[in-house]
């Protein structure tokens, strides 16, 4: 499969939320397609494991403290020299009704889905930059272009949102220096964050019945987009929203 | 298992229609890189055998099948010939496509309809005749390629038909999707931008104002550059895809 460029032998990949639920999968991956990882995580109990699975280097990481993201990088330049692929995957979700959503909960998402995403992308951007080359990846959702039901989430929706137009704009400025920028939007993955929906018939009834696979993706099933985005084999694609719905989206 | 076994395609038989030339042969190539057999479908004979020697002489596995879009009956006759010569047909890769430039109030109907009659009629013969079949055989993978002429309206030229017929191809591709999820028949498109081929002169001077120094990336792909984009869609590493427009444009689309 190397002859397509997914490769991505002697490659240096920082993977936000990288220890756990989706971000564990995509760590995985990347590291099966021969990267040298950096988990940047939050959680000091998962993190430091899957680094050490992977053979790669746990950071712990507050992605919505730009100090952190600062150090996080200047570590990885320290001990890696360089950074070829970011993956911003961090991410929380609250199901609020909105008339009722305390100030810290609507801040509280904004900062970790959206805000967390441009330190990330400012920090390891500039680095890439100086380079002159890279790859990021954004984990947005299909929560980036429609609106989800039965269950209100419109702080994630608007922060979703906001990075598939986060990732068009810093595509647009720094296409032309050697770095690409685009977005994933998956549907509904089996994962912790959709545990509590699918245990609910009155949600996972409308998600399922909205989706024309009639199923969840598992985040395998994610992966292997984030590879193809982050390796030579999609070389021309940059502003590009990857979306992984099973259909969703069409209805 | 590693992850780049999800884009294997091993023991696959994958069609594409206007397989010998341009995009087409390139899509052909990375198909057979990936493990695939395929069957390039073209209506110039000559060119399609020449591709496909070269695809045998280099270790892979590839025929020539005579097929013009446009003739429903030549759409059922490839598919029984691919069949019995390669198997059961897992891809299909809608790829064949033509363009005349030239503005909408002088636009000869007989163009207008060639336009259609391939890029829409052609594309819907192919994935109705191969769909059908996919559903029977319990699944199957559709790419249409589509373009950003769906989406934006390309400049300097002018070219009312293609990106009209285009707009129909995605949508196409999404009614489709939709409605065959069930029977495990997944369908997208990509959407290129500005690729170097005989149908793209993007070395034109007079094109490079708008088709290169537009483009973010300020520059045009080759058509090899989007063979992977077309293994990734055909393969189980896209299996929870469908009814997506996938767009690999330099970023065209931004601006």
Sequence with gaps: ?251 | MTVLDAFDLTGKTAVITGGNTGLGEAFAKALVEAGAGVALAARTRERSEAVAEEIVASGGNAIAVDLDVTDPAQVDGMLEGVTERLGPVDILVNNAGLCYHGPAAEVPLEEWHDVFDVNVHGLWHCAQAVGRRMIQNGGGTIINIGSISAMIVNRPQWQPAYNASKAAVHQLTKSLAAEWAPHNVRVNALAPGYVKTAMSPVDEPQFRRHWIEDAPMQRYSTPEELGPSIVYLASDASSFMTGSILVVDGGYTLF
């Design chain 1, 1 to 251: 499969m190397e002859e397509n460029g997914f490769s991505l032998r002697d490659r240096v990949a920082v993977v936000t939320g990288g220890g756990q639920s989706l971000g564990l999968e995509i760590s995985r991956s990347l590291r099966n397609a021969g990267a040298e990882m950096v988990i940047a995580e939050v959680n000091d109990q998962t993190g430091p494991d899957v680094a050490e699975e992977l053979e790669g280097t746990f950071v712990h990481t507050d992605v919505t403290d730009p100090a952190s993201v600062r150090d996080m990088v200047e570590m990885v330049l320290d001990e890696h020299g360089r950074v070829d692929v970011l993956v911003n995957n961090a991410g929380i979700v609250h199901n609020i009704p909105s008339e009722e959503v305390p100030d810290e909960e609507w801040l509280a998402v904004i900062s970790v889905n959206l805000t967390g995403v441009f330190w990330c992308c400012r920090e390891v951007g500039k680095a890439m930059l100086e380079r002159g080359s890279g790859s990021i990846v954004n984990i947005a959702s299909m929560s980036g272009i429609i609106s989800n039901h039965p269950q209100a989430q419109a702080a994630y929706n608007a922060s979703k949102a906001g990075v598939i137009t986060l990732t068009k704009s810093l595509a647009g400025e720094w296409a032309s220096r050697g770095i690409r920028v685009n977005s994933v939007s998956p549907g509904y993955i089996r994962t912790p964050l959709t545990e509590l929906g699918m245990s609910k018939s009155e949600w996972s009834e409308v998600w399922l019945s909205s989706t024309p696979l009639g199923r969840l993706a598992e985040p395998e099933e994610i992966a292997p987009a984030v590879l193809y985005l982050a390796s030579d084999a999609a070389s021309f694609a940059t502003g590009t929203n990857l979306v992984i719905d099973g259909g969703y989206t069409s209805w």
